[in-house]
Each structure stands twice: as structure tokens, then as C-alpha cells.
T-cell receptor, first 115, second 113 residues
Framework: DVKVTQSSRYLVKRTGEKVFLECVQD?????MFWYRQDPGLGLRLIYF???????EKGDIPEGYSVSREKKERFSLILESASTNQTSMYLC??????????????FGPGTRLTVL | QQQVKQSPQSLIVQKGGISIINCAYE??????FPWYQQFPGKGPALLIA?????SEKKEGRFTISFNKSAKQFSLHIMDSQPGDSATYFC????????????FGSGTQLTVLP
């Protein structure tokens, strides 16, 4: 079974702090994604990566950055946390298909609260 | 710009009833439409998916109906069970840009015993 793990289930930080959220997948997937989930807004893509050191902006990249130094690990960084970044953060991974839409496998999420 | 609109936001059905969740999309280039199911405390997981070359796909009690001309698709859960209580997300993507899914806003389903 594909396993996607996230470093923390719950995190509380203060405004202005630098926050690191880490995600690890064990299935050698090329693609990795960071979403935030808010009630009534569904899942919104922040960033995704299709290879080591490669990244592309999603729909809401402002205030976030990412790092992918190894294939299995994808980090989301909040350079200066703000209260409007309080949310559930979900990591996902997928296999790069040959023009096929592949299943995304999600981690359990990190609920981040910024005070 | 929300490219996939999902309704209702919440749904309560009795055990044994039929749950119906609807989605509409705008981008005619979309050609893959999955549904994800999320239980509390868990990440979403793929439930069922359809391509527009068929109008219906059934897996057990779960059926996707697809109307290409109306740009709409829906999830039907037959004989709904309390264990089906979860949040359901429809999504859409285009083959070739398969790295990205556009998700609907989600439907919180509660099945009463």
C-alpha cells in the first residue's frame, strides 16, 4: 500500500514564525502536492513538484514556498506565518503516467493553527 | 475561478436511502472525473472515477452518472449506510496535465442509523 506520512498531525505556531511542514511518501512517486483544505472551499492546490528540485505554483502559492531535495520528501514552508494560514494542510503523491490521470494518495493532514 | 461546482454542501439521509451529490464543470477539456472520500481525521482517498466516453460507472453501491452535454456528473450512493458518513469531493482534470486535479468544494454526508 502507498503510504504518505506528514510530520505532525497538529501544530500551533505564532504569527511571524517560520513553519516547516514535511511530507514523505514510500512509493517512489514522481509527483507530490501540497493542498490546504478549508470548509466550503474544498482542496486548493498550493504547490506541486514533478521531480526532485522541480516545482510549480498551484492556485494559492502566496505566502508559501516548497522544497524537494529528495524524491520521497516534499516540504512546505511558511516563511512568516499569519493567522489566515490557519488551516488543514494535506500532502499527496502520484505516479507519473503516460498521459494518464493517476490517483493521488493523500497523507492524514496537518492541522495548523497560527495564533 | 472555481471550475468545478459541487452541491449540496451538506446532506443528511436515512440508512437505506439514496445519497446524491452533484458536480458541474466549466472546462470542456476535462476528461477524467474522480470522486474522493474523506473520513474524519484521514486524508481523501479515491472512491470511483469516470471518463466521458461512458455515461455511467458502477462499483458496488456507488455509481457515477455523467452528462457530457450538460457538463455535469453526479455520485449516487445506493442503500446508504452510517459507515458512508464522510466528506465527498468531486474532481476533474485533463489527460496530459494529469498532475493537477481541480476539486469541488466538498459535501459532508451524514447517514442516520
Amino acid at each position: 500500500d502507498v503510504k504518505v506520512t506528514q510530520s505532525s498531525r497538529y501544530l500551533v505556531k505564532r504569527t511571524g514564525e517560520k513553519v516547516f511542514l514535511e511530507c514523505v511518501q514510500d512509493m517512489d512517486h514522481e509527483n507530490m502536492f501540497w493542498y490546504r483544505q478549508d470548509p466550503g472551499l474544498g482542496l486548493r492546490l498550493i504547490y506541486f513538484s514533478y521531480d526532485v528540485k522541480m516545482k510549480e505554483k498551484g492556485d494559492i502559492p502566496e505566502g508559501y514556498s516548497v522544497s524537494r531535495e529528495k524524491k520521497e520528501r516534499f516540504s512546505l514552508i511558511l516563511e512568516s506565518a499569519s493567522t489566515n494560514q490557519t488551516s488543514m494542510y494535506l500532502c499527496a503523491s502520484s505516479l507519473e503516467g503516460q498521459g494518464v490521470a493517476d490517483t493521488q494518495y493523500f497523507g492524514p493532514g496537518t492541522r495548523l493553527t497560527v495564533l | 475561478q472555481q471550475q468545478v461546482k459541487q452541491s449540496p454542501q451538506s446532506l443528511i439521509v436515512q440508512k437505506g436511502g439514496i445519497s446524491i451529490i452533484n458536480c458541474a464543470y466549466e472546462n470542456t477539456a476535462f476528461d477524467y472525473f474522480p470522486w474522493y472520500q474523506q473520513f474524519p481525521g484521514k486524508g481523501p482517498a479515491l472512491l470511483i472515477a469516470i471518463r466521458p466516453d461512458v455515461s455511467e460507472k458502477k462499483e458496488g453501491r456507488f455509481t457515477i452518472s455523467f452528462n457530457k452535454s450538460a457538463k455535469q456528473f453526479s455520485l449516487h450512493i445506493m442503500d446508504s449506510q452510517p459507515g458512508d458518513s464522510a466528506t465527498y469531493f468531486c474532481a476533474a482534470t485533463k489527460t496530459g496535465s494529469a498532475r493537477q486535479l481541480t476539486f469541488g468544494s466538498g459535501t459532508q454526508l451524514t447517514v442516520l442509523p
